[in-house]
């Protein structure tokens, strides 16, 4: 089945500085690539999603790439500000059948001011 | 649109008890999904329900169970809890193909 892989688990930046944080999939059927954020005691959040027909997507600070061939995709935050700390968990899945999504293990960003 | 709302948001139960939980998709969804989200694990896909029928479902056993009504909501249960049960439940509905959204989650400790 599919498995995906996140890097790095915990990760600190000065506010300002650039954050990225890599994902991996096992299932090349995947076509849809989603990253979520969770603040402390809150629901997860989309944030940014890309589809395989897309090499790149970006949406003001943040931005995702993929990578078909290498079967992994990352997450870019520029610019970034003490509101950005949260959890952020990756997740992949085929659309076109089970909407099930294979999530990440997540990662911790904390942004020092 | 209203978002995703689960009740109960927070239960205790002891060993052995069964639960059950509930799920209102967004208006309009179809799809709603389920997961549990522990520390440990992370988020784990459980099953997912569309038009009352279920379409997948993951890695647990038999004691979780889920259904889904004609209104898509859904509720999903879980029989003989055990400790290892303890975990936030999450519920997330889409409209076709389309993006998830989660609701607040179900806090259940397992005594």
């Known amino acids: 089945g599919e498995n995906v892989e996140q890097h790095p688990s915990t990760l600190s930046v000065q506010e300002g500085d650039s954050a990225v944080i890599k994902c991996t999939y096992s299932?090349?059927?995947?076509?849809?690539f989603p990253w979520y954020k969770q603040e402390l005691g809150k629901r997860p959040q989309l944030i940014i999603d890309?589809?395989?027909?897309?090499g790149e997507k970006k949406d003001q600070r943040i931005a995702v790439t993929l990578n078909k061939t290498a079967k992994h995709f990352s997450l870019h935050i520029t610019e970034t500000q003490p509101e950005d700390s949260a959890v952020y968990f990756c997740?992949?899945?085929?659309?076109?059948?089970?909407?099930?999504?294979?999530f990440g293990k997540g990662t911790k960003l904390t942004v020092n001011p | 649109k209203a978002g995703v709302t689960q009740t109960p948001r927070y239960l205790i139960k002891t060993r052995g008890q069964q639960v059950t939980l509930s799920c209102s998709p967004i208006?309009?969804?179809?799809?709603v999904s389920w997961y549990q989200q522990t520390p440990g694990q992370g988020l784990q896909f459980l099953f997912e329900?569309?038009?009352?029928?279920?379409?997948n479902k993951g890695n647990f056993p038999g004691r979780f169970s889920g259904r889904q009504f004609s209104n898509s909501r859904s509720e999903m249960n879980v029989s003989t809890l055990e400790l290892g049960d303890s975990a936030l439940y999450l519920c997330?509905?889409?409209?076709?193909?389309?993006?998830?959204?989660f609701g607040p989650g179900t806090r259940l400790l397992v005594l």
């Open positions: 997330a509905s889409s409209f076709f193909q389309e993006t998830q959204y």
């Open positions: 299932d090349s059927a995947s076509n849809y």
């Open positions: 890309i589809r395989s027909n897309v």
């Open positions: 997740a992949a899945t085929l659309q076109g059948g089970s909407e099930k999504l294979v």
């Open positions: 208006s309009g969804h179809r799809s």
């Open positions: 329900y569309f038009s009352e029928t279920q379409r």
